[in-house]
């Protein structure tokens, strides 16, 4: 007997990802409808002793299919997506809200799917005064009606049976009534298209078609849109001489016999007590107030994810480095295999989770605001503030993470229904100055901002550094929604829920979810990027370089007037100073023949305008998987050793000493030091606005596809570049 298929759908905040939850635990798996973005998730759970597939639909207000997440439902409900048409429907709906949630109970109906409606927070609405005859309405509709606390559990197991008794005996829901014109109507588009095309269509979804803006149900048919526009007008306009408005018709239908429906089966007491959220939201929702305590959230919210992350992060990073210092001790004998180990797969895992921690916090904070209702109202809030350029109040919450890492601020954007304003969230939110950039700013103004102009400017340029990106970001989201993101933007639906206490173990699923996804997906990616860059780094070996610096080494020690003997006795000792300085030195004469020290030669021409030098151009490429690489790249460029970081006052000294050789390309240049003020600049603009982190581009790819990550990539480094050159070449005429 094959394994029944069933879907569950609902309107947003009805609980119908908690009840997903709630009936397959941990036997659930998550990925993404072919060809598109939208999540989709499938479990397995048991009911009436068989084995059953359970697929957590998108939720959504109505099957209008004008925005992704409905297409997919639409596509999933009549079988033209990649799993097979469904067995059964469990629709969600919540109690408080019968009228409006019913709705896209009667779209689901005009399907024929058998279904079982769960009428989920009864508590709610009791306590508003609502109470709902479960006989009356499963009468009225021909199917099976179980009241529900999904939340708490209750309900679970009578939802389970009358699922189990469905499958047997499947009851399709009462279908709605159509006037004849719209009989009328879809006899036009019957007529009209050939045979083996209406064949593959069934009326209802020609129904669809009719009253939907923008179907795709046609073209899944094989139906051509110059053959479908003319007999769209047609059959909509029997509607319009029957006095109805085609794309407003099936709303007032549909509504009008629900409300006569109801008559009789919700019943509201003038006792109920007037919603506890509507008294929170004359504050937290007023223009003044609410936007300072909204801020006062956001901070706290943002401190957290680096204050709480940090202390994870750097326990990750303290045991990378342990187990990296452990294998290079067992396989000293074995340099290649040690290096691969210790700085390639070692390093990469690290890299990897050294971000976790970050994500697990930003999602039980979202966790938190959208089970508790408050994630509504700060979109609410930040809509009017961000619509001007394209985005919605729920783009926000992604750029304000931003602040903190990249990847987590991507992830975040999956809140955002509309496509164009999550795409464009997508593609600026890497733009928000991350914690990863700190340590560039740290050594550049350290060692060239504040010692020449003191510390009112060292802050200063701090904080332009923090502000630049998000300066840039709203006109850039402005340029994207209008000339680049295909297809209409859609309105802005907010509903405000009642505000609720957060389920525990909804928000840590939640956290377990998001966290294993990133893993499991953008991980592999970020590790292979590690491993890759590591490759670069470590070949080729010629083998006249550990000679060359020996033989370097050797005259620098004899002219220094130490004996020969006395040299090769130090070298011999591993623990001595001497053996060390060669270690660091063969370190960067290493990286400087290998194929990213090469890479960075050939290309430093292009970031000469910068007034980059062939070892920054390295520690650039070489800071692809994360920006903070560069520091230690600087390290060993000039001999210091790969555990260099930002406060290193030997690093400093070696940047503030470093010249142009005699043989630059522009002789002007020739002797003058290569850090001065304008490079220091051009450096923090060029990392405070390329996207240098691997690991962020893994996820855009994750989360919006391949073409968006490679657009990301490249836009983001053409206006690092502009904006590196142009402060270069500006500084240079002021500062010099």
């Given at each position: 007997?094959?394994?029944?298929?069933?879907?569950?759908?609902?309107?947003?905040?009805?609980?119908?990802?908690?009840?997903?939850?709630?009936?397959?635990?941990?036997?659930?798996?998550?990925?993404?409808?072919?060809?598109?973005?939208?999540?989709?998730?499938?479990?397995?759970?048991?009911?009436?002793?068989?084995?059953?597939?359970?697929?957590?639909?998108?939720?959504?207000?109505?099957?209008?299919?004008?925005?992704?997440?409905?297409?997919?439902?639409?596509?999933?409900?009549?079988?033209?997506?990649?799993?097979?048409?469904?067995?059964?429907?469990?629709?969600?709906?919540?109690?408080?809200?019968?009228?409006?949630?019913?709705?896209?109970?009667?779209?689901?109906?005009?399907?024929?799917?058998?279904?079982?409606?769960?009428?989920?927070?009864?508590?709610?609405?009791?306590?508003?005064?609502?109470?709902?005859?479960?006989?009356?309405?499963?009468?009225?509709?021909?199917?099976?009606?179980?009241?529900?606390?999904?939340?708490?559990?209750?309900?679970?197991?009578?939802?389970?049976?009358?699922?189990?008794?469905?499958?047997?005996?499947?009851?399709?829901?009462?279908?709605?009534?159509?006037?004849?014109?719209?009989?009328?109507?879809?006899?036009?588009?019957?007529?009209?298209?050939?045979?083996?095309?209406?064949?593959?269509?069934?009326?209802?979804?020609?129904?669809?078609?009719?009253?939907?803006?923008?179907?795709?149900?046609?073209?899944?048919?094989?139906?051509?849109?110059?053959?479908?526009?003319?007999?769209?007008?047609?059959?909509?306009?029997?509607?319009?001489?029957?006095?109805?408005?085609?794309?407003?018709?099936?709303?007032?239908?549909?509504?009008?016999?629900?409300?006569?429906?109801?008559?009789?089966?919700?019943?509201?007491?003038?006792?109920?007590?007037?919603?506890?959220?509507?008294?929170?939201?004359?504050?937290?929702?007023?223009?003044?107030?609410?936007?300072?305590?909204?801020?006062?959230?956001?901070?706290?919210?943002?401190?957290?994810?680096?204050?709480?992350?940090?202390?994870?992060?750097?326990?990750?990073?303290?045991?990378?480095?342990?187990?990296?210092?452990?294998?290079?001790?067992?396989?000293?004998?074995?340099?290649?295999?040690?290096?691969?180990?210790?700085?390639?797969?070692?390093?990469?895992?690290?890299?990897?989770?050294?971000?976790?921690?970050?994500?697990?916090?930003?999602?039980?904070?979202?966790?938190?605001?959208?089970?508790?209702?408050?994630?509504?109202?700060?979109?609410?809030?930040?809509?009017?503030?961000?619509?001007?350029?394209?985005?919605?109040?729920?783009?926000?919450?992604?750029?304000?993470?931003?602040?903190?890492?990249?990847?987590?601020?991507?992830?975040?954007?999956?809140?955002?229904?509309?496509?164009?304003?999550?795409?464009?969230?997508?593609?600026?939110a890497p733009l928000m100055s991350c914690s990863a950039r700190l340590p560039v700013y740290v050594i550049m103004i350290g060692s060239f901002i504040e010692p020449r102009h003191g510390a009112h400017w060292a802050g200063f340029t701090l904080f332009a550094m923090h502000l630049l990106g998000l300066a840039l970001a709203l006109p850039l989201a402005w340029l994207f929604t209008k000339f680049l993101l295909r297809g209409r933007s859609q309105p802005f639906l907010l509903e405000l829920p009642p505000y609720r206490w957060p389920a525990p173990l909804n928000v840590l699923w939640r956290m377990w979810e998001r966290g294993g996804q990133f893993v499991k997906r953008a991980g592999t990616i970020i590790f292979a990027m590690s491993v890759l860059i590591w490759a670069l780094c470590y070949f080729p070996r010629p083998a006249d370089v550990e000679e060359n610096v020996k033989d370097k080494l050797l005259r620098a020690e004899l002219a220094a007037g130490k004996s020969r003997a006395a040299v090769d006795a130090e070298l011999a000792d591993a623990e001595s100073s001497l053996s060390a300085v060669l270690a660091r030195t063969l370190g960067g004469a290493y990286l400087e023949q290998s194929y990213l020290g090469r890479a960075g030669k050939f290309i430093q021409p292009v970031f000469a305008p910068a007034g980059f030098d062939w070892k920054i151009t390295v520690g650039v490429l070489a800071s692809f998987p994360a920006r903070e690489v560069i520091i230690s790249t600087l390290g060993i460029i000039y001999h210091l050793g790969a555990g260099t970081d930002e406060e290193s006052e030997p690093l400093r000294e070696k940047m503030a000493a470093e010249r142009w050789p005699a043989d630059d390309e522009l002789g002007a240049r020739a002797g003058a030091p290569v850090f001065n003020v304008p490079v220091a600049l051009s450096v923090m603009v060029f990392f405070a606005l390329c996207l240098q982190c691997g690991a962020t581009v893994a996820v855009i790819i994750r989360e919006a596809g391949l073409k968006w990550g490679v657009f990301s990539f490249c836009y983001m480094t053409a206006l690092a570049w502009i904006g590196a050159v142009l402060c270069y070449q500006v500084g240079m005429r002021i500062f010099t």
């Open positions: 007997m094959p394994t029944p298929l069933i879907a569950v759908i609902g309107n947003p905040n009805t609980g119908k990802s908690t009840l997903f939850n709630k009936l397959t635990g941990s036997r659930q798996r998550v990925g993404n409808y072919p060809g598109v973005t939208v999540e989709k998730k499938i479990g397995r759970f048991s009911v009436s002793g068989r084995e059953a597939t359970l697929l957590d639909l998108p939720g959504a207000y109505s099957l209008a299919a004008t925005s992704p997440d409905e297409r997919v439902a639409v596509d999933v409900l009549t079988g033209h997506s990649d799993c097979p048409r469904p067995d059964l429907v469990i629709c969600v709906v919540d109690a408080a809200n019968l009228q409006r949630n019913l709705f896209l109970v009667m779209q689901v109906a005009d399907f024929g799917l058998p279904m079982v409606l769960a009428l989920n927070m009864t508590d709610e609405a009791e306590k508003l005064g609502i109470t709902v005859s479960v006989e009356k309405l499963s009468v009225k509709l021909g199917i099976p009606v179980v009241p529900m606390v999904a939340v708490k559990g209750r309900g679970i197991e009578e939802l389970k049976a009358a699922v189990g008794g469905s499958l047997k005996h499947p009851r399709a829901p009462l279908p709605v009534t159509w006037p004849p014109a719209v009989n009328d109507a879809l006899a036009v588009l019957e007529n009209g298209i050939a045979d083996g095309e209406r064949e593959s269509l069934a009326r209802s979804e020609l129904r669809r078609v009719l009253f939907d803006a923008d179907s795709a149900l046609l073209e899944r048919a094989g139906v051509r849109k110059d053959r479908l526009a003319p007999l769209l007008v047609t059959a909509r306009e029997r509607l319009f001489k029957a006095g109805l408005n085609p794309l407003a018709a099936e709303a007032l239908i549909v509504y009008q016999q629900l409300g006569a429906l109801l008559a009789d089966v919700e019943m509201r007491s003038a006792t109920g007590r007037a919603p506890f959220s509507d008294q929170l939201d004359r504050v937290l929702t007023h223009r003044v107030w609410g936007l300072v305590i909204f801020l006062g959230v956001m901070y706290v919210v943002f401190q957290s994810i680096y204050a709480w992350a940090a202390p994870l992060m750097d326990a990750i990073e303290k045991t990378s480095a342990a187990a990296q210092e452990m294998v290079s001790a067992w396989l000293a004998d074995l340099p290649v295999l040690q290096s691969l180990l210790a700085d390639g797969v070692i390093a990469g895992i690290g890299s990897v989770l050294v971000f976790l921690p970050q994500i697990l916090v930003l999602f039980f904070f979202i966790a938190l605001l959208e089970d508790s209702g408050y994630m509504a109202r700060a979109a609410f809030l930040m809509d009017k503030l961000f619509g001007w350029c394209g985005l919605n109040g729920k783009s926000f919450v992604p750029m304000l993470s931003g602040f903190a890492c990249g990847i987590p601020a991507v992830m975040a954007t999956r809140a955002i229904e509309d496509r164009k304003s999550r795409l464009a969230t997508v593609l600026i």
